[in-house]
T-cell receptor, first 117, second 112 residues
């Protein structure tokens, strides 16, 4: 069973640039969620993708966008980077859409550490 | 807005000591989860509690869900250096999102 993998592990960008982060979900999982974890804080929900469509969104501006692909992998795109976007970005996969999957736990990747200077 | 407040924020203890960390909210939750996160890694699920008053044990870790399903505690007996990490509680957000709201965590350091 392959776990959740994220790339890259670390990234440094300049304010105003754009970034794309990638996530491969765990084998058999069809739902991907993205979280932002600032230093010293718990993760905050950005959005979730199910069947290639956004399926819920937290309090993040539209410059945070995403995609899910037919193989359930996902991308997180952030435009016009700001200094406050510096954080650990976590991807989590789970199984949804069946009765038995209602309490399907989240499986997190190890994250991408983004630094905006 | 659903908020989960965790206390203490930091805890540094000696190996062999006992400790309790808390997760409190003014909201009622259908379930609550505890995660442990080690440096450079993502959170790993430890337990899910769903019934008010429920107690679950995982080796030296004891988890309790409050009767009113607004709070939870994690008790560690005879802490070991391997218990070091960030302990996060999390609960489901608004229905239909299948997303979690997390507390800010308790950072535990167990000294050998």
């Amino acid at each position: 069973e392959t776990g959740v993998t994220q790339s890259p592990t670390h990234l440094i960008k300049t304010r105003g640039q754009q970034v794309t982060l990638r996530c491969s979900s765990q084998s058999g999982h069809n739902t991907v969620s993205w979280y932002q974890q600032a230093l010293g804080q718990g993760p905050q929900f950005i959005f979730q993708y199910y069947r290639e469509e956004e399926n819920g969104r937290g309090n993040f501006p539209p410059r945070f966008s995403g995609l899910q692909f037919p193989n359930y992998s996902s991308e997180l795109n952030v435009n016009a980077l700001e200094l406050d976007d510096s954080a650990l970005y976590l991807c989590a996969s789970s199984l949804a859409g069946t009765v038995s999957s209602y309490n399907s736990p989240l499986h997190f990747g190890n994250g991408t550490r983004l630094t905006v200077t | 807005t659903q908020l989960l407040e965790q206390s203490p924020q930091f805890l540094s203890i000696q190996e062999g000591e006992n400790l309790t960390v808390y997760c409190n909210s003014s909201s009622v939750f259908s379930s609550l989860q505890w995660y442990r996160q080690e440096p450079g890694e993502g959170p790993v699920l430890l337990v899910t509690v769903v019934t008010g008053g429920e107690v679950k044990k995982l080796k030296r870790l004891t988890f309790q869900f409050g009767d009113a399903r607004k709070d939870s505690s994690l008790h560690i007996t005879a802490a070991q250096p391997g218990d070091t990490g960030l302990y996060l509680c999390a609960a489901p957000m608004d229905t239909g999102r299948r997303a979690l709201t997390f507390g800010s965590g308790t950072r535990l350091q167990v000294q050998p």
